[in-house]
């Protein structure tokens, strides 16, 4: 089973639809968890952390679930400009530095 | 404005040549990572470094170099450039149990 699992994708959505992204970890030591985002030809950047909470960032909602060790990823009310790959990342261990990345998810959101 | 900084951030040169991608970052972080992705898969690690002096690495086999005698700078050197070493390079820097700070990437090509 590899470290961090995706399913590629894509997901074709219209505009306005919500869409949901799950990532499963094969580690259950994993201490911290993000989603990036990565545009086309375009270096990935932090979208947001995933907190055990859960957090929230406008339309978007990052969710962890230790017991089935998995953390998801919902958009709202879905936006053109929301089109690109978004990858799970998962820091294994405690005073880890190392990120593992997913493979991505893409996402194309239609007119 | 980016605080990591990655030069060139195209190249195209002959095989056989000898290069070197920059990476450099101003937020002090002691680690760095180089990253490689080919258009539309998923980023591979080739080597990190986890402070002054600290190469290793990464899960791909690739045959650049690295070194790490400046915190800020960390440089990815290829002696003999290959077709098969096209693809882009991405630098990151990050502090401990937080997502990385990418730079642009370097997108080579080697004829």
């Known amino acids: 089973r590899k470290e961090v699992e995706q399913d590629p994708g894509p997901f074709n959505v219209p505009e306005g639809a919500t869409v949901a992204f799950n990532c499963t970890y094969s580690?259950?030591?994993?201490?911290?968890f993000f989603w990036y985002r990565q545009d086309c030809r375009k270096e990935p950047k932090l979208l947001m952390s995933?907190?055990?909470s859960g957090n929230e960032d406008g339309r978007f909602t990052a969710q962890l679930n230790r017991a089935s060790q998995y953390i998801s990823l919902l958009i709202r009310d879905s936006k053109l400009s929301d089109s690109a790959t978004y990858l799970c990342v998962v820091i294994s261990g405690a005073g880890s530095y190392q990120l593992t990345f997913g493979k991505g998810t893409k996402l194309s959101v239609i007119p | 404005e980016a605080d990591i900084y990655q030069t060139p951030r195209y190249l195209v040169i002959g095989t056989g040549k000898k290069i070197t991608l920059e990476c450099s970052q101003t937020m002090g972080h002691d680690k760095m990572y180089w990253y490689q992705q080919d258009p539309g898969m998923e980023l591979h690690l080739i080597h990190y470094s986890y402070g002054v002096n600290s190469t290793e690495k990464g899960d791909l086999s690739s045959e650049s170099t690295v070194s790490r005698i400046r915190t800020e700078h960390f440089p990815l050197t290829l002696e003999s450039a290959r077709p098969s070493h096209t693809s882009q390079y991405l630098c990151?820097?990050?502090?401990?149990?937080?997502?990385?700070?990418f730079g642009s990437g370097t997108r080579l090509t080697v004829v």
């Open positions: 580690n259950s030591a994993s201490q911290s």
């Open positions: 995933v907190y055990s």
């Open positions: 990151a820097s990050s502090v401990q149990n937080y997502g990385y700070t």
